[in-house]
């Protein structure tokens, strides 16, 4: 069964860093485009990033740009999101998400995981 | 960037009920447009993608149109299991939701 676990959430205080991780398992990761969405507490989706599926494009949300870095891993199944200078702001549950397109970039996410949870309080 | 506006926000409706909510993009997204559907406590699900096609497993009283800035979800026959919050997602340019619209039960 195809599925993505996501870890690495956790409690920060604001300006602090932290990584976030995504085990894929069940699919050929290695064709696929990956994303994280978060979602606050209480609110809508909001997409923060994006990499191909061979890292040759990469997109972040205005949100977050210059502050988070998409990384993946292909040989591992593995998706990171190193998070740099967070803010109150930035708290919410963190999606890995798989895209529907083989090879392509920024498609409809046909999977989700549970999402791993991060807050930044002092 | 796209911004993607909902409506309504809320929606109150019986079983049985023909149910249409709507997307609208600030610019055109051609047909890259997708729903989702999100019950508390869970993940996001995918129903549609460009538009009007189903995901798999999808029940067909799911359904989706529209171009450019203005789209549709249109569930035929509400059913108890339906009851959730919609989003709506482009990937024209980058990708942004919709602020999403809970379908509550009336």
């Known amino acids: 069964e195809a599925q993505l676990l996501e870890s690495g959430g956790g409690l920060v205080q604001p300006g602090r860093s932290l990584r976030l991780s995504c085990e894929a398992s069940?699919?050929?990761?290695?064709?696929?485009?990956m994303h994280w969405v978060r979602q606050a507490p209480g609110k809508g989706l909001e997409w923060v990033a994006s990499?191909?599926?061979?890292?040759?494009?990469?997109g972040y949300g205005d949100s977050v740009k210059d502050r988070f870095t998409i990384s993946r891993n292909n040989a591992e199944n593995s998706l990171s999101l190193e998070m740099n200078s967070l803010k109150v702001d930035d708290t919410a549950l963190y999606y890995c998400?798989?895209?529907?397109?083989?090879?392509?970039?920024?498609?409809?996410?046909?999977?989700w995981g549970q999402g791993t949870v991060v807050t930044v309080s002092a | 960037d796209v911004q993607m506006t909902q409506s309504p926000s809320t929606l109150s409706a019986s079983v049985g009920d023909r149910v249409t909510i709507t997307c609208r993009a600030s610019?055109?997204?051609?047909?890259?447009l997708a729903w989702y559907q999100q019950k508390p406590g869970k993940a996001p699900k995918l129903l549609i993608y460009k538009v009007s096609n189903l995901e798999n497993g999808v029940p067909s009283r799911f359904s989706g149109s529209g171009y450019g800035t203005e789209f549709t979800l249109t569930i035929s026959s509400l059913q108890p299991d339906d009851y959730a919050t919609y989003y709506c997602q482009q990937y024209n340019s980058r990708t942004s939701f919709g602020q999403g619209t809970k379908l509550e039960i009336k």
């Open positions: 990499i191909s599926w061979k890292s040759g494009s990469i």
């Open positions: 610019q055109s997204v051609y047909s890259f």
């Open positions: 998400v798989k895209d529907t397109s083989i090879r392509g970039f920024i498609n409809a996410f046909d999977m």
């Open positions: 069940g699919f050929k990761f290695e064709d696929y485009a």
